[in-house]
Nanobody, 122 residues
Framework: QLQFVESGGGLVQAGGSLRLSCRASAFTLNYYDIGWFRHSPGKLREGVTCRSKSDGSTYYADSVKGRFTIARDIAGDTEYLQMSSLKPEDTGVYYC???????????????WGQGTQVTVSS
C-alpha cells in the first residue's frame, strides 16, 4: 500500500524559507509520478508540483514557480519541497502524493499522507 509521511512544516515569516520532506513507506518514489498539493482554509485544493517518473520533467503551479523546487534523495525514498520567498498566501497544509496529469496544467493526486502545516506570517 502506498503511504507517505510529510514533515518539515512550521511557522515562518514572509520572505523566509522552509524545506518539506515526504518519505515513502515500503516503496520507492522513482516508480511513480510524485507531487505536492496544498489545501488552505477557504480555498480549493491547489496542485503545487508534479514530477514525471519517465523524464523528470516537473510541473510547478504559476503561484510558486521560481520560489519552490523539488528534489529527491539518491535512494529514492524521500522527496523534498524547498520553499523560499514564502508569502502569507502560501499558508496551508501541504501533502505529497502520487500525481497524474489530466489536462493542461491540471493534476489529480492520490494516496497522500497526513500533511504538514505551513504558516507564513506577514
Amino acid at each position: 500500500q502506498l503511504q507517505f509521511v510529510e514533515s518539515g512544516g512550521g511557522l515562518v515569516q514572509a520572505g523566509g524559507s522552509l524545506r518539506l520532506s515526504c518519505r515513502a513507506s515500503a516503496f520507492t518514489l522513482n516508480y511513480y509520478d510524485i507531487g505536492w498539493f496544498r489545501h488552505s482554509p477557504g480555498k480549493l485544493r491547489e496542485g503545487v508540483t508534479c514530477r514525471s517518473k519517465s523524464d523528470g520533467s516537473t510541473y510547478y503551479a504559476d503561484s510558486v514557480k521560481g520560489r519552490f523546487t523539488i528534489a529527491r534523495d539518491i535512494a529514492g525514498d524521500t522527496e523534498y519541497l524547498q520553499m523560499s520567498s514564502l508569502k502569507p498566501e502560501d499558508t496551508g497544509v501541504y501533502y505529497c502524493a502520487v500525481c497524474r496529469n489530466v489536462g493542461q496544467d491540471e493534476y489529480e493526486y492520490d494516496h497522500w499522507g497526513q500533511g504538514t502545516q505551513v504558516t507564513v506570517s506577514s
